[in-house]
């Protein structure tokens, strides 16, 4: 299966792994100086912030354009 998406740099990754990474690397407060989203910057949990990124897309899509940017460095 994984050489269905061979230049997906984002296969096999799961959001919530993806989040953790984040949020291991910059903190809470750091990522939502980054993406200004209320799920980071009031009372932020992997929880709460995987329920609202799994149901907004452009959210979602600025959190895996971070990660991307993160891993490139």
Not at 4 to 21: A, D, S, V, Y
Not at 44 to 60: E, G, H, M, N
Request: proline residues 5%; charged residues 30%; contains cysteine.
């Amino acid at each position: 299966m994984a050489s269905e998406q061979p230049n997906n740099p984002l296969h096999g990754k799961t959001l919530e792994t993806i989040l953790t990474e984040l949020v291991d690397h910059y903190g809470w407060e750091r990522l939502g100086n980054r993406i200004d989203i209320r799920c980071f910057n009031e009372n932020p949990s992997v929880k709460s912030s995987l329920t609202f990124l799994r149901k907004t897309p452009w959210a979602r899509q600025k959190v895996e354009e971070l990660y991307l940017r993160m891993k490139n460095r």
